[in-house]
């Protein structure tokens, strides 16, 4: 869904500031994303647009909200074959204008898998992972991603969106790092290190 709705004067401002806050809670994993943290302030601060306002690249730099559900049993994480990207991705989507990044969350799982967003105990309802990306496909743009770690169990996702996926698949970590990078996220090899990192930890 896209919207042409603008925030309120003043709301912009605290928009912003509730970015920079949640950007500021996410401990890079490597150099790459301290890199891309960096990248991503600097982008909020400028007072740049943030939010896409028309399909599929307007403007050129947007923010998406990531999540990457995992069964609450097996730990064994979600991908999903993008229609347009050709990649084996999480779901996610484009925050709309005036959107908290997990709003879009809650908003984004109910639509592509049909399921209530329960944030996981790794996080809450912070994000884990940033990633800034030039996407695949026609009109080409750069995603600065917001990845948020959801809980659930396999089989409560008995359905998702068919317009916007061709196939669900339930991976291990293991599983994801056997994949090629070329048919994932480019990203999804090092959040998956990460994750496992994190999990080791809890």
Do not use: N
Request: with cysteine; proline share 7%; charged share 25%.
């Amino acid at each position: 869904m896209t919207s042409t709705a603008l925030p309120l004067p003043g709301h912009d401002e605290a928009l912003r500031a509730r970015l920079l806050e949640l950007v500021g809670t996410i401990e890079p994993w490597d150099s790459i994303e301290h890199t891309h943290l960096t990248t991503t302030a600097r982008w909020i601060t400028s007072g740049a647009p943030l939010h896409r306002v028309r399909k599929p690249d307007v403007p050129a730099m947007h923010l998406v909200s990531y999540f990457v559900v995992l069964d609450a049993t097996s730990g064994r994480l979600l991908l999903v074959a993008h229609r347009k990207a050709g990649l084996w991705l999480p779901t996610g989507g484009h925050v709309e204008p005036g959107e908290d990044p997990w709003s879009a969350v809650v908003r984004e799982c109910r639509e592509e898998l049909g399921i209530p967003a329960t944030a996981s105990p790794i996080t809450g309802e912070r994000p884990f992972f940033l990633t800034v990306t030039e996407t695949r496909g026609p009109g080409v743009h750069t995603d600065v991603s917001l990845w948020y770690l959801l809980s659930t169990d396999a089989d409560s996702v008995t359905s998702y969106d068919e317009e916007e996926f061709d196939a669900i698949r339930w991976l291990t970590a293991e599983e994801v790092l056997e994949e090629p990078v070329e048919v994932l996220d480019p990203h999804m090899h090092r959040f998956t290190h990460k994750l496992r990192h994190a999990r080791r930890c809890q």
